[in-house]
């Protein structure tokens, strides 16, 4: 077998994205050239996984993303290659990182200093030994390892920084808790450890090392009982007598990590918690169920399943660390709801990228009717003061357009909304959020109405989207300062996919549409900026 089954053309491709620092490009590029490979017959399924440069690449994508799902996939990948692993400290270091946000140091150490064998001219594998001898207890080693990379990389940062800290003790996910870049980590010291940069940072490593008494606590405070510890925590507990079936979504490391007195505040909210989500359910589904399990992620959020059973199609509702309800009602992703193929993905992608503006980040969620649909990002620029989210999947539903409309209106629609360059734009709090749940509930709605949605088309929230805003619906316009040729998008099989943007409305303007029209609506919105401004003034008055 050759090398690797990377061509030319995606090997820059994907040091382009790796340059622009776009993690999830990286991953969607590797995905959509192998699929393409593997469709066309040019290499199968297993020269993909078997292949060491492709593991390496996905590696490194997830471990920049730094969530510890992506340590897990990161994991599984490289384990596949390690066969081809000889002489290549790169893929010795990133197994070893790896292994060591899974929980198992004592293997990271082993790797670690094989990686050093084989590559003794890689530096950072000398960087990733330091720490894992340091945290054996073996500090005249660990240094002798950093001295070992200073004359590699003499007066490199992150080896200076190292040294002090073994010389001080630090531990383990201290030494992990910082940026390599040194103004990026100087920000991250100044930052105040209660905001949600820090907070995030701190639970990044926090599936490092295991705290037992901790652990026992948490427990304690769920009354946890046949807990199965593993990459992910399995257990059942009876907050109101009905054994539920739960689980963390990180290992016993991350679950000895989760603060007490948040959980504490968790168990004494389960009742309303339990209630509210029941009630998202039933008024987005029409559909009554019993509360089934609970799972709880890293950064705090958890997600409440209803269903008939272990085994029934469930509903799922998403609360934040605040335990407020965060994003909409969603089902078993097993649900048969349509997707794009490969070639249609690419396709949609490619427009957005040409008239809305280069993506940054694709974030994937879960729609209540089934499937998946990806919230594309595209960040403020010098010509373009604003973010941009645009949804990439909503147009692989067709939509139930009347009869009397066929060949004006598409079938299918793919959605957007403009933030301020200044929206916190990965905050989870509802007043940040609210544009993303949007989307998704918008993007869903076809589907669970067996409707349609189109230009000029309102819909109301049914109150304010949050509690620092009195918008509470929304009208869909053409998209707002992009190039002509925006609105509609082609599939390679001649298929529209027309591209609407969300403009938020306030109640008495929505009443004015459904008095006046549309049109109506829009000459008095003229002179409204597209962005989203939570405060702007009320056209009708």
């Not at 894992?132 to 200076?160: C, M, T, W």
């Not at 990180?250 to 029941?278: H, R, V």
């Not at 799972?295 to 799922?316: H, I, N």
Request: one cysteine or more.
């Amino acid at each position: 077998m050759r090398e690797t089954i990377l061509t030319d053309k995606i090997k820059d491709e994907l040091e382009r994205l790796s340059g622009e620092g776009l993690m999830y490009g990286i991953l969607e590029a590797i995905e959509n050239f192998a699929g393409e490979g593997v469709e066309k017959g040019y290499f199968t399924k297993e020269d993909v996984l078997d292949d060491m440069e492709i593991s390496l690449w996905i590696a490194y994508a997830d471990m920049n993303i730094a969530e510890y799902d992506r340590y897990v996939h990161a994991e599984k990948w490289l384990k596949r290659t390690e066969i081809r692993a000889r002489g290549c400290g790169v893929w010795y270091y990133r197994y070893s990182v790896a292994l060591m946000y899974l929980g198992r140091p004592d293997e990271a150490l082993d790797y670690a200093e094989k990686g050093a064998q084989e590559e003794p001219a890689y530096p950072w594998i000398w960087l990733q030994l330091a720490a894992l001898r340091a945290h054996a207890g073996r500090v005249p080693e660990a240094l002798s390892a950093i001295e070992k990379g200073l004359e590699l990389v003499p007066g490199d940062y992150e080896f200076l920084r190292r040294r002090g800290e073994i010389e001080a003790g630090r531990s383990l996910e201290e030494m992990e808790n910082h940026y390599i870049d040194e103004d990026a980590d100087r920000a991250l010291s100044a930052l105040d450890e209660n905001s949600d940069n820090r907070f995030l940072k701190n639970v990044s490593v926090s599936t490092i090392l295991e705290d037992p008494e901790r652990l026992s606590r948490v427990k304690n405070i769920l009354g946890a009982e046949n807990w199965e510890p593993g990459v992910y925590c399995y257990f059942s507990m009876r907050p109101g007598g009905v054994p539920l079936s739960c689980r963390f979504e990180l290992n016993e490391a991350g679950a000895s990590k989760f603060e007490p007195g948040w959980l504490e505040n968790f168990m004494a909210l389960f009742g309303e918690l339990e209630e509210k989500g029941a009630a998202a359910v039933k008024a987005a589904c029409g559909e009554e169920a019993p509360l089934e399990g609970v799972s709880f992620s890293q950064d705090r959020s958890f997600m409440f399943r209803y269903a008939y059973g272990p085994d029934a199609p469930g509903f799922y509702v998403r609360f934040g660390r605040d335990f407020t309800v965060r994003g909409g009602v969603y089902a078993d992703e097993q649900a048969d709801r349509p997707a794009y193929s490969t070639p249609e993905k690419e396709t949609v992608r490619a427009h957005i990228e040409k008239y809305f503006g280069g993506v940054s980040k694709i974030s994937a969620e879960s729609l209540y009717t089934g499937g998946r649909i990806e919230i594309c990002l595209i960040p403020p620029a010098p010509e373009r003061y604003y973010y941009t989210l645009v949804t990439c999947g909503m147009g692989a539903f067709k939509m139930n357009v009347p009869e009397e409309l066929a060949g004006e209106a598409p079938q299918r629609a793919e959605l957007a909304i403009c933030l301020p360059a200044d929206w916190k734009i990965d905050g989870k709090e509802e007043e940040w959020y609210w544009p993303v749940r949007c989307l998704l509930v918008l993007a869903g709605l076809p589907a669970r109405e067996d409707s349609w949605l189109g230009l000029g088309h309102t819909v109301p929230r049914g109150g304010s989207f949050a509690g620092n805003t009195a918008l509470s619906g929304v009208i869909l316009t053409r998209p707002q300062d992009a190039a002509p040729g925006c609105e509609i998008c082609l599939l390679p099989d001649g298929e529209e996919v027309a591209f609407y943007q969300i403009i938020p409305l306030y109640e008495e303007e929505m009443d004015y549409k459904i008095t006046e029209g549309a049109d109506a609506l829009m000459e008095r919105l003229a002179d409204t900026d597209h962005v989203v401004d939570i405060k702007r003034g009320n056209v009708i008055f």
